[in-house]
């Protein structure tokens, strides 16, 4: 590759040491410059407040602090000898010229976009080294900066000292975390004991200690088809095999023909279970815009459509809704089937914290994918970064930029990137988006002022199941407060700056399926305080065989670390705005207790503060936002659900139109998505929901879903003067 710009002697020099410190590589000729492809040139400002770096072979590299990418730019254009903005007039973001003398005033700029936070520090002394060679506690953002987003670490490229360091890192916290995790699992071993003591007690005394579980009838119903459908595909087998067609022709009468069966071998292929109900998946590959890899599986019905090719399936650069229609590329024919049916609408679902899409799959016909595919809908399941098979365009996994992301990145980078991709290869330019606990969370920072609200543009509606923006109780739980009390330093040394406990990964490729499987329900449970009471028991073990995943430590900092979730019990409000919206709703709870005559006299008016304000003056949205429908779990200990649906109905969202809500009393955190009433109490309504907030210009071209040919558009509400 060709050599960067070189014209003024001192900003050259300046330049090209900035550039090294964020490149991907050190590379350095003879004559002193940095040359490589992957040598940083330039930042890309995704939002505002997300720089990534490009390198000389068009490649990217992952978000770096908003001052170090500014300086990177500054340099830049002085070395060309111009004075271009940079960033593009809309972001409305100012970059002095003189960028090597004014931290403190690009640092103040970030905060264009949002209040800035109170007790926020400036100073250069509490900025973090950008020294290559600095040693990685320097590394370390203060951590008091942003109160909800701090910056993250600045991690230089690969030399001797900083791999050794690293190295230090993950000795330190395979060990720490390996620890911590005993304690978790020795606690999970100990609260099941009275269980287990009670139903061997139950069993000696002739009773089924399962009895009392709400389906219990139905779960012996369903195990004993199970059995029926191995015996019947051992048959199947035999048939085949000894040249028997009549099966043969009795499947080409059926829509979905199972392609696998018998014994389930618990296994973590999505496709596999696919195909045990007549679908199956192909698997996509998609580049965010800071250069991660990440999966996208495609659900169809192998009977109408055909697999289209491993080429054609990887990713396509980190550019996304690139042209005027909103799509990376046109869409694409190859592998499709009948033409002559209306098309599929689209929908996107995203998974929740240490999960895959997998979990959307595990629960046969009931399971919410493949509810929705058979039903008529055009389903892809996006994955986060890292997931079971981390990968970046030029980061490996020992390298600590691999992992300096959070909450934030999958927001605004994870999921512009797969709806941009489902676009592309639908030809739509909405789809609907469906989001279980985590994902939930990665889409409302993602629709937020200041984040990328004009994502909201390209989503018809945003179905939240278990939405997680508020904390529950189980915050305040003895491991947690643990997580929370000590400091970031000390996280990092606990739980490293790579992965967060690798060693589950390691657990999930050599244990057996059944064993896993009863060893991650047990702890999860533990963890979390949930029960598979109302689960199908039978697959349980299957609904493991998806989680964990890899996700970074830094996004587990970000949830459970002192200065961010944990700390402020919220995704997009800071810890003293949460204990104002619970006074405003304690009374406005007694203004309901004391009847409308105080609700007609009282002073300021109702969903105002008590300045008279508007409480829409601290929305997180704006205009740009989709319709939401949501399905609460009422007795979920990990997130509050019903504090965010309060924020909609009292007016501190008056951009938020809500289609549907459900608050579900019984329901803890996993049931929305494998309770096994939940394809009635909450697949069924999704259905309906997307179906209904159809954009009406394309409702006539799209294939009614199964059961929605009396549903009747939604009809947003006229914004309000």
């Known amino acids: 590759m060709g050599r960067l710009p070189v014209t003024k002697p001192s900003l050259s020099s300046e330049y090209l040491e900035q550039a090294e410190r964020l490149s991907g590589h050190s590379h350095r000729g003879r004559d002193g410059l940095i040359t490589g492809s992957t040598t940083a040139v330039q930042a890309k400002f995704v939002t505002p407040q997300d720089p990534v770096i490009e390198t000389a072979d068009g490649s990217r590299l992952p978000s770096v602090p908003l001052f170090e990418a500014q300086k990177l730019n500054a340099l830049k254009n002085q070395v060309d000898g111009t004075n271009a903005p940079l960033v593009d007039e809309k972001n409305k973001v100012y970059y002095p010229n003189d960028v090597t003398n004014n931290e403190s005033r690009v640092q103040e700029q970030s905060y264009a976009h949002n209040a800035r936070p109170e007790g926020l520090i400036m100073s250069r002394r509490s900025s973090q080294s950008s020294d290559p060679s600095a040693t990685l506690r320097l590394a370390i953002p203060p951590s008091r900066t942003n109160p909800l987003f701090p910056p993250l670490p600045l991690y230089g490229p690969s030399s001797l000292f900083r791999d050794v360091q690293c190295m230090a890192f993950r000795v330190s916290s395979a060990i720490l975390s390996l620890c911590f995790l005993g304690v978790i699992v020795m606690g999970a071993a100990a609260t099941s004991l009275p269980l287990a003591y009670r139903n061997v007690t139950m069993r000696l005394r002739g009773r089924d200690p399962n009895a009392h579980r709400p389906f219990y009838m139905e779960e012996k119903r369903r195990q004993a088809l199970r059995k029926e459908e191995v015996r019947a595909w051992r048959r199947r087998s035999s048939t085949s095999k000894s040249g028997g067609d009549d099966d043969d022709v009795a499947d080409q009468d059926r829509e979905y023909v199972p392609t696998e069966g018998g014994e389930d071998p618990l296994i973590c292929d999505v496709a596999y279970y696919a195909r045990r109900v007549g679908l199956d998946v192909e698997k996509f590959e998609v580049q965010t815009e800071d250069g991660f890899i990440i999966q996208l599986w495609h659900v169809y019905n192998p009977k109408t459509e055909s697999r289209r090719s491993s080429e054609y399936r990887r990713h396509r650069g ?213 029960s598979d009471d109302r689960w199908d028991q039978g697959l349980r073990n299957r609904m493991f ?55 007609t006299n009282q002073s300021p008016p109702p969903h105002a503060t008590e300045d008279g304000k508007s409480r829409g003056a601290r929305a997180w949205y704006d205009d740009q936002v989709p319709p939401f429908a949501m399905w609460v779990a009422g007795s979920d200990d990990l997130v509050d659900g019903r504090r965010l649906l309060r924020r909609f109905e009292r007016g501190r969202e008056p951009h938020v139109q809500m289609v549907h809500s459900r608050i579900i009393p019984e329901y803890e955190h996993l049931d929305v998505i494998w309770a096994m009433d939940s394809p009635v109490k909450v697949g069924k309504e999704v259905k309906e929901v997307l179906w209904k ?9 799209c294939r009614v879903p199964a059961g929605c040919g009396e549903v009747k558009p939604w009809a947003p509400e006229s914004p309000s003067g």
Request: proline share 5%; with cysteine; aromatic share 12%.
């Open 545 to 599: 065989q998806f989680a964990p995943v890899y996700v970074s430590a830094e996004s587990m900092r970000w949830w459970l670390g002192r200065d961010c979730f944990a700390k402020h019990k919220c995704i997009l409000s800071t810890k003293e705005e949460g204990k104002q919206e619970e006074a405003e709703d304690e009374d406005d709870e007694d203004d309901e207790k004391e009847g409308p005559s105080a609700l």
């Open 693 to 701: 907030t159809i954009p009406q210009d394309v409702r006539n071209s």
């Open 318 to 530: 980190p550019q996304i809704f690139a042209d005027a229609n909103g799509s990376i590329d046109a869409p694409h024919d190859e592998g499709q089937g009948d033409h002559t049916r209306r098309k599929k609408y689209p929908v996107l679902l995203i998974h929740g914290l240490l999960q895959s899409a997998g979990a959307y799959c595990s629960n046969d016909d009931d399971s919410l994918a493949f509810l929705l595919c058979k039903n008529g809908y055009d389903v892809w399941l996006g994955n986060n970064r890292c997931g079971f098979d981390p990968k970046h365009t030029l980061l490996g996994y020992s390298d600590p930029r691999m992992w300096a992301w959070n909450i934030r990145q999958m927001g605004v980078m994870d999921l512009p990137a797969l709806i941009s991709r489902v676009l592309a290869e639908t030809g739509f330019d909405k789809l609907g988006l469906v989001c279980h606990s985590q994902g939930t969370t990665q889409t409302l920072v993602a629709l937020a002022k200041g984040q990328r609200p004009d994502l909201g543009h390209k989503i018809s509606v945003f179905c939240a199941l278990a939405p997680a923006a508020y904390a529950g109780p189980l915050i305040g739980k003895g491991y947690f407060k643990f997580m929370r009390a000590i400091s970031s330093g000390m996280f990092r040394i606990v739980f490293g700056i790579h992965s967060f406990i690798p060693f589950m990964m390691a657990m999930h490729s050599l244990l057996p399926g059944a064993m896993y499987g009863a060893l991650g329900y047990r702890t999860f449970s533990f963890l979390f305080n949930w």
